[in-house]
């Protein structure tokens, strides 16, 4: 159990100079994604259907699972297309067909603070990324083995079993709660 | 030298004296008890309070007469004195005539045993310089010894603080002695005439207590160590004075009289307050006499501050002592009781200034250089003590000659009589003047008593037309009268000669040549009035009312009662009947008003038994004093005779000889000449009246105008209270009172509204810009500025969760910003 | 790969995501912005992850997944909820607490 507290042993510089060569389709295929995420992301929040923009969603949701994928954590691509994509986004759905919303074109689904919205977003935006330049600089990530699933079960069993169980308990409040909030009488 | 160990081992300390001597404060003490005794009990004794009066002052006189015989066993010390004639040769001799050295000639032995005062060791000094002086500087000249007896002083400190020192004390000696003697004997028999002048009076309890506080404030003023006391005697005379004349204060011709008195001598007692000033500052800060003498004659005072001190003083005297201009107040003072006027405007009071200048006499004599002023050939020395007293004497003669009330031509003999005093100090006869001033005491002091015995008897007038052939009726007051006057004529060997001869003495010796013709003139004026006086009040005959009805309608009417001759002479019975139902109905008559007749006495015929509506004589209380005083005319005179020289020696005093203040020597020629002058006066008068030769002058003022403007002038008196009246008073009260009245209101007054003016505008303006607009504004500022602010943030609780939520991001996103940026140097 | 690609992209997506929390309208679509910005984070757990070769990354990521998910579960109650009382989803109509 105390392994998984450790580091991962660092990955010998043979795998990594193999490793290197690969780069190049990484990055292709990364910045694919992030362009196809943003402008996802962007039609999400600015979209005047709000199907539009759960459909939006699903593809930010499905680039952030091929980013996982190249940041070789399979495992959690599979998870997260199988939960978001599969659950929540339906919920989501759910939720636009029970609230009557509108599906077609809306033109107020924004509200009046569109400009301090914009404002606050980009300035986030501005300030994480001088941030994370001034931070971080030319790391450089070299990608360790992949990592199956085993290992990450070993790791949510082993060192992490206390919040596992503790996630667990929150999902059954959650559904609890949703379940008492939601029924009428 | 040996003289002088032999006069200090003689000379007698002043740290022992007789018991009485160093408790003289008790004389003033008694006296000052009368005040608040008769006033507390007078008025339920029988007597009205005059008892307390009597045993009081009777007691004081008993004590001072004691005082004077243990005075007079008191031991002697020397001191050198020069004659008149050695002063005259020093300064036309050899000492050439410098003032220092002359006033350091005369100390001669050593006087020890002055006490605290230092006094030993300046004269000491002195002694011993004038002593070589003497032998060496002038030669043929004959110093004779004075002896002296040392002065005795207690003195308790009333306040110190710092250097200084004011004290209260009593000084004694021989002039102080004798003037205590005067003023108590005087005093009683003033208290034993006024309980019968004063019998059923309105206010009998008061006048006895008034005399009795004026007999301390004078016994204080005399015995006193201090400037201080003399001040304070003499303010308590003044303020008896005025209560005194202003008795019966009901008819306003008295109470005027006594507030003119009152402010006259007012005016002259501003003098005396700059002059003691003046000489506590000058002296060294003292106001101890003895010192201040001292320092005068040691030169210690500054020569202007001596001379303007000098001065002021003069000017008290001048007022109290009714010297011209001042004495406009005198004449009319006599519309008090004669008893009172008696004691204090004859005998006592007025001789307050004489006696001030006298106990203070080594200031004025080196003020004015009395013993040196020789500016004149012919007339000799000039100074302002002399001229005032030689014009008062002169002024005042010839006023007395034109006066129709006999006390009031008595007030005018006083007036003049005083001038001679004065004049006499002015002349350097100290001596002279004080002795002048202890026999006019008790001459004057008779003659009043004489002049109220007259109106006593001759229902209470004191117009001398209302008199005539009274030595019939009042035998006694008659013979008294007329030793009176011949005292005051200066008839050998009555009283007046020898005092009055002293006085043209020393003017004479002192090289006073022109006061010497003034004061012989004085005396023959003086001889003319009282001839006249004497030949319409008791020769002659009588020509007043001794009618029932027309005494009535003369005390009741003005001026045409008198004059109209009844000589009808009424049967003694009907008369007799007359008089009782006269006395009757006396008793409402006392508040009459007194329009001519000046000071009527209220009701009391005595004992007296009537005579049928003429004048009679007085009762024992009143006639005794006058045989008293009588006898003393006669005898006070003699005592001083030259040869004898009592009283000379008697009130000789340190710092009169330390001053070098000459002691002129009998001279046979001035006595007679002035003698024979004066009788001459008497003589013209005695022609003109008793004998009716009138030279052809008779009735020549209303023949020539020059003499009728003349007989004007003198019946006015000089127009003197015309000038006092028109020209200074309402001059003060108009336009400068108008003056003084719109300074204080526009301007004294515009300063202070203009202050206040200020104060409520600046006040104002402070209220309403700063306090209203600043302060107010800015509290309220801060009120409007919270609550807009308030309103401000109210607008971002508007309830809507995404603005909070972008205020949240936002100010998370600023934060991280500052972090971000305050790290980034590091 | 650059950590700063992974890092900068979860910067990007999650402003995004604030924009569209304080932006929208519909609570759906709030709740929609809220995922974007889960998912930005989750990119940066797994790229540190990555970048440490460390999988508590990816153990993180999988919670903060599980998490998203119940905390849209109990949105959508919640919006929901606000339909039934408001007859609308209308968040700027939902400001009970004004003032």
């Not at chain 1, 990594?16 to 039609?43: D, H, K, N, Y």
């Not at chain 1, 079960?153 to 919040?163: E, H, K, N, T």
């Not at chain 2, 019968?196 to 301390?216: M, N, P, S, V």
């Not at chain 2, 008062?392 to 009589?417: C, E």
């Amino acid at each position: 159990m105390l392994n998984g507290w450790l580091r991962s042993p660092p990955v010998p510089v043979a795998q990594l100079l193999a490793a290197e060569s690969a780069t190049l389709p990484q990055q292709i295929t990364f910045g694919i994604l992030a362009a196809v995420m943003t402008i996802s992301a962007l039609r999400v929040v600015t979209a005047k259907n709000v199907v539009h923009c759960a459909l939006h969603l699903v593809l930010v949701l499905a680039g952030v699972a091929g980013i996982y994928i190249l940041l070789a954590a399979e495992f959690l691509a599979a998870v997260q297309v199988i939960v978001y994509i599969g659950a929540i986004v339906v919920l989501f759905l759910f939720g636009i067909m029970l609230t009557r919303a509108p599906l077609g074109r809306d033109s107020t689904l924004d509200n009046d603070q569109r400009p301090l919205a914009a404002l606050v977003g980009v300035s986030v935006i501005g300030l994480l990324c001088a941030l994370l330049v001034d931070g971080f600089g030319d790391k450089e990530i070299v990608l360790p083995e992949v990592q199956r699933t085993e290992e990450v079960g070993l790791a949510i069993f082993q060192s992490y079993v206390i919040p596992f169980e503790v996630v667990s308990v929150l999902l059954l409040a959650a559904l609890v709660g949703s379940v008492v909030l939601a029924r009428r009488d | 030298m040996i003289q002088l160990i032999a006069a200090v081992a003689e000379a007698p300390s002043n740290t022992s004296a007789p018991w009485l001597v160093e408790q003289v404060w008790i004389i003033p003490l008694l006296a000052a008890l009368s005040f608040p005794l008769t006033l507390a009990f007078g008025k339920r004794l029988p007597g009205k309070g005059q008892e307390i009066g009597l045993a009081l002052v009777g007691t004081a006189l008993v004590l001072s007469i004691a005082l004077g015989a243990s005075w007079a066993g008191r031991g002697h010390i020397e001191l050198e004195e020069h004659s008149a004639e050695a002063i005259h040769a020093t300064y036309t001799g050899t000492a050439a005539g410098d003032g220092e050295s002359k006033a350091t000639e005369e100390h001669g032995a050593e006087t020890t045993g002055k006490g605290a005062e230092g006094h030993g060791a300046e004269t000491a000094g002195k002694g011993a310089e004038g002593h070589e002086a003497e032998t060496t500087g002038e030669a043929g000249h004959e110093a004779e010894p004075v002896h002296v007896r040392p002065y005795y002083e207690s003195e308790q400190t009333w306040y110190q603080n710092g250097p200084i020192h004011i004290g209260f004390g009593f000084h004694v000696d021989g002039f102080a002695v004798v003037m205590l003697f005067t003023v108590c004997f005087i005093s009683f028999l003033v208290h034993l005439y006024s309980t019968e002048y004063l019998r059923g009076d309105r206010r009998q309890t008061h006048y006895f207590a008034a005399l009795g506080l004026f007999t301390a404030g004078m016994l204080l003023m005399v015995s006193a160590s201090t400037t201080i006391q003399v001040i304070l005697g003499w303010e308590i005379m003044g303020l008896c004075s005025f209560m005194l004349i202003g008795h019966w204060w009901e008819e306003s011709k008295n109470s005027n009289a006594a507030l003119k008195a009152f402010f006259t001598t007012r005016t002259g007692d501003i003098g005396l307050l700059v002059g003691m000033c003046i000489l506590f500052f000058g002296a060294g800060q003292t106001f101890n006499i003895a010192k201040i003498n001292q320092a005068a004659i040691d030169g210690n005072i500054q020569r202007t501050l001596l001379v303007c001190a000098a001065a002021a003083l003069f000017v008290a005297c001048i007022g109290k002592s009714a010297q011209f201009p001042l004495h406009t107040w005198l004449p009319d003072a006599m519309a008090g009781p004669t008893p009172a006027s008696a004691l204090i405007h004859a005998a006592t009071m007025v001789v307050a200034g004489v006696y001030m200048v006298a106990r203070l006499y080594p200031v004025f004599f080196e003020a004015f250089r009395i013993s040196d002023n020789f500016q004149f050939a012919v007339i000799g020395g000039v100074n302002p003590i002399a001229i005032i007293g030689a014009i008062t004497l002169l002024i005042a003669g010839g006023l007395a000659f034109v006066q129709t009330d006999i006390k009031k031509v008595l007030a005018y003999s006083t007036v003049s009589q005083l001038g001679y005093m004065v004049m006499g100090l002015g002349v350097g006869a100290w001596t002279g003047a004080i002795f002048h001033l202890f026999t006019h005491a008790f001459f004057k002091a008779l003659l009043f008593m004489g002049a109220g015995s007259i109106s006593h008897g001759v229902f209470h007038s004191f117009e001398l037309e209302d008199y005539g052939g009274l030595r019939k009726y009042m035998p006694k007051t008659f013979v008294t009268f007329m030793v009176g006057t011949g005292a005051l004529m200066a008839v050998p060997p009555l009283a007046g000669f020898w005092s009055k001869d002293e006085i043209l003495l020393g003017a004479g010796k002192n090289g006073y040549g022109l006061f010497l013709v003034a004061s012989a003139l004085g005396a023959t004026l003086t001889c003319g009035y009282m001839t006249r006086v004497v030949y319409k009040t008791f020769f002659g005959e009588y020509s007043g009312p001794h009618t029932p009805e027309a005494i009535e309608h003369a005390e009741h009417a003005e001026h045409e009662a008198h004059g109209h001759d009844d000589h009808a002479s009424v049967p003694a019975g009907m008369a007799a009947v007359a008089h009782g139902a006269h006395q009757a109905e006396r008793g409402p008559h006392d508040d009459e008003p007194a329009a001519e007749h000046v000071g009527r006495s209220s009701p009391g015929h005595g004992a007296g038994a009537p005579l049928g509506g003429y004048p009679h004589e007085s009762p024992w209380n009143i006639t005794v004093p006058l045989i008293v005083l009588a006898v003393m005319s006669v005898v006070t005179g003699v005592i001083n005779a030259p040869g004898l020289l009592a009283f000379t020696h008697f009130t000789a005093i340190e710092p009169i000889v330390a001053a070098g203040v000459p002691e002129p020597h009998f001279d046979i020629v001035i006595a007679v000449w002035s003698t024979v002058v004066g009788l001459a006066g008497a003589g013209v008068a005695y022609l003109w009246f008793f004998k009716e030769i009138r030279f052809g002058l008779d009735g020549i003022t209303s023949r020539n105008k020059a003499a009728r403007a003349g007989y004007l002038f003198l019946v006015n008196k000089y127009y003197l209270d015309e000038l006092y009246e028109n020209v200074f008073i309402k001059g003060i009260k108009g336009p400068i009172a108008a003056g003084a009245y719109w300074f204080n209101q526009n301007v004294i007054d515009g300063v202070v509204n203009g202050a206040g003016w200020t104060a409520k505008t600046f006040g104002n303006l402070v209220y309403d810009r700063i306090d209203q607009t600043a302060v107010d504004g800015t509290v309220n500022g801060v009120g409007a500025g919270a609550r807009g602010l308030g309103r401000g943030l109210k607008g971002l609780a508007t309830g809507r969760v995404q603005q909070y939520a972008a205020l949240l991001i936002g100010g998370a996103a600023a934060g991280a910003l500052v972090l971000y940026l305050v790290t980034l140097g590091s | 790969m650059l950590l700063n690609e992974f890092l900068i992209l979860g910067a990007v997506i999650f402003g995004i995501g604030i924009y569209g929390v304080l932006a929208r309208r519909n609570g759906v679509l709030v709740l929609m912005s809220i995922e974007l910005i889960l998912n930005a984070v989750n990119i940066n757990l797994v790229a540190f992850g990555a970048f440490h070769h460390d999988i508590a990354g990816q153990v993180f990521a999988l919670f903060t997944v599980a998490v998203a998910a119940a905390e849209v579960g109990v949105g959508l109650a919640i919006v929901l909820l606000i339909y039934r009382n408001k007859r609308s989803i209308d968040l700027t109509e939902v400001a009970e607490m004004k003032g």
